[in-house]
């Protein structure tokens, strides 16, 4: 086993690298970039910025991607907006977003600031990156964690009472409310939810922004516990619905597989209970592809399916950091947190490919192949 782990690991590096590289040359293709950006906030905003520029104030080397011109004749044509702005002015914005250098000299910086865990400051809210994800984290951890452990605890016990009760009435009302529940968009649900229960045009149980009261420091450790969840409730509400379904259906096929082997059908001739059967035997073998997948289950919900929950609930979490990096081009952010959950994704794969051994010993990597 330790054997495969290190290959795994040594794996990672690779598979990063190549995210990376991908990543970094679809940026230099995409239109627009920091450098844009700025030109519109100045060409609308007056003569703020360009003070601030002419001070040398702004970002640093961080990365990033956008176009860069060669030659400061040709600078006002290279972006739009840049008409009428001084040729040196613009090469001063480039050297600001580090872009008055080369596109592969500028993603090997970056690399070799990412190793170190460098991951510089944000273009336009002049803080470090690591900084930013960390105010984030305390949002998007709560998210991620309490929804994926509910939908597990409705999930699993529900597959498999629809897999021991398959066809009967309850099995197909069942699946009407998972089919119902999948149907309906989690930021459909959250808005029914804030009408229904949070002031909207009904009751007024539920507050509306933020993970905490703004009193929080001054409540007892009951309280605070109670004032968390109490703010979480709506939002994990809305993600656990629209969760669940397909977890459920996973159970129920993977029990509704297994209860058809030959191993159990032998079990039963030996004269074990249905109970002891199921749980002693069925259920190791079904719930191997459930429960491993928990760790990237954890990391989809926390990245990837939260970002309309902040919004409608104005949560500040992750999801809407990266939204609004990408939108304003915030090519340390953008790239930053991309190595860092990219990294944590590898490394959470793996666990998942341990947790097979930890349920089912009888799984050896040892013998096989990365």
Do not use: C
């Amino acid at each position: 086993m330790l054997a495969y782990i290190i290959r795994r690991l040594f794996l990672i590096i690779p598979t990063l690298f190549g995210i990376m590289v991908i990543n970094f040359a679809v940026i230099q293709a995409a239109p627009g970039g920091p450098v844009e950006q700025l030109i519109s906030q100045i060409t609308g905003e007056g003569t703020a910025i360009v003070e601030r520029v002419s001070r040398g104030g702004g970002g640093e080397v961080a990365g990033g991607g956008g176009s860069s011109s060669t030659t400061a004749a040709g600078q006002q044509g290279t972006y739009r907006g840049a008409q009428g702005l001084d040729p040196a002015f613009i090469a001063e914005l480039e050297r600001m977003f580090g872009f008055d250098k080369p596109p592969l000299e500028r993603f090997f910086l970056m690399m070799r600031n990412y190793i170190v865990f460098d991951f510089g400051k944000s273009f336009f809210r002049d803080r470090d990156v690591v900084e930013l994800v960390i105010d984030k984290l305390p949002v998007s951890i709560s998210l991620g964690l309490w929804s994926t452990i509910l939908i597990y605890l409705v999930s699993i016990p529900l597959g498999i009472s629809k897999a021991v009760r398959d066809g009967s009435r309850f099995d197909i009302w069942t699946s009407g409310v998972v089919i119902v529940g999948y149907a309906i968009p989690s930021f459909l649900f959250a808005i029914l939810l804030i009408v229904v229960f949070a002031g909207g045009s009904y009751l007024d149980w539920f507050p509306l922004r933020g993970l905490t009261s703004d009193n929080f420091d001054q409540l007892s450790w009951p309280q605070k516990i109670t004032d968390y969840f109490w703010h979480l409730a709506l939002p994990i509400t809305a993600m656990v619905v629209g969760g669940f379904a397909g977890l459920t259906m996973l159970t129920k096929n993977s029990f509704l597989d297994q209860i058809g082997q030959q191993y159990v059908i032998t079990a039963r001739a030996k004269g074990l209970t249905e109970r002891r059967v199921l749980y002693g035997h069925v259920f190791r073998n079904a719930m191997l592809i459930v429960i491993a997948g928990f760790p990237g289950a954890f990391i989809s919900v926390i990245f990837t399916g939260a970002l309309l929950i902040e919004v409608i609930f104005s949560l500040d979490g992750l999801g809407l950091l990266g939204f609004e990096a990408a939108f304003q081009r915030d090519y340390p952010v953008m790239f930053g947190t991309l190595f860092f959950f990219s990294l944590l994704g590898l490394l959470l794969n793996l666990v998942g490919d341990l947790m097979y051994t930890i349920i089912d010993p009888r799984i050896d990597f040892e013998s096989r192949e990365v």
